[in-house]
């Protein structure tokens, strides 16, 4: 079942979509990607629900770059912070899912610096309630910087499809090995998915390669939450 709620950010409001089920035991923060809108992902986030998770994600603005501005970024972790805040206090077990910059800020609020360019990198408040993160297509450009990922020790599952060619799978390769020498990292690359192969509405202008896509995704919220529950 999925509520829209609103919570207050000083004299702003924004809203979260909130799936739960009778057996939510476990508290899951969704971060969605450039689009802002957690409602294209309405199948995924219902799967999680449906396997005992008691899942928030915030809505906000698109993103019209593919590059986010420091504002930008800073808005979207206060508010993915404030959702954790007014959620999560019953919970003894928090994770977090992300998908592509939603993922990449989930890292960020996790201990990593996001670089923005040469001179400027982002350091946004960290949550240390996170047990483990699950990150779908994550853009990793972001953490090429000096020490980027030097504090950051979640251990994580990470999805990237073979055919995205907006995050490829090299991106993802790479944060793998980057941080498998400290830190356990399960990386899933999947046949013939793409960036938005998790959603249910996809951008304009795109094509889905995927042809069973409601299977994915069933299959995606089952193997998330068996992975969680493995590592508890």
């Known amino acids: 079942m999925m509520n829209e709620k609103a919570i207050n950010d000083g004299d702003d409001q924004f809203s979260v979509s909130v799936y739960e089920s009778e057996i939510s035991s476990r508290f899951l923060l969704f971060a969605v990607g450039a689009g802002g809108n957690p409602s294209r992902y309405d199948s995924f986030l ?4 449906s396997f005992g998770y008691f899942v928030v994600a915030p809505h906000f603005e698109m993103l019209r770059s593919p590059r ?6 800073t808005l979207r972790a206060r508010r993915l912070s404030l959702a954790l805040e007014n959620y999560s206090s019953g919970f003894d077990l928090v994770y977090g899912v992300g998908h592509s910059i939603g993922a990449t800020t989930l ?3 996790s201990g990593a610096k996001i670089w923005l360019g040469p001179e400027l990198h982002v350091s946004l408040k960290t949550q240390r309630r996170f ?5 779908l297509a994550p853009p990793t450009g972001f953490f090429l910087g000096p020490g980027a990922l030097d504090e950051f ?10 055919e995205d060619h907006i995050t490829p799978p090299d991106q993802s390769k790479w944060l793998a090995d980057a941080l498998s020498k400290k830190q356990a990292v399960d990386l899933k690359i999947i046949d013939g998915a793409g960036h938005f192969s998790f959603m249910d509405k996809i951008p304009p202008n795109t094509v889905e390669p995927l042809d069973n896509k409601r299977i994915f ?3 995606c919220a089952r193997d998330i ?7 508890e």
């Open 46 to 49: 219902s799967g999680l629900a």
């Open 68 to 73: 986010p501005s420091e504002e930008e970024l």
């Open 107 to 109: 890292v960020a609020m």
């Open 131 to 135: 047990s483990r993160l699950v990150l």
């Open 153 to 162: 020790s979640i251990p994580i599952q990470v999805w990237v499809g073979s």
């Open 217 to 219: 995704i069933r299959e």
């Open 225 to 231: 939450s068996e992975y969680l529950t493995r590592t």
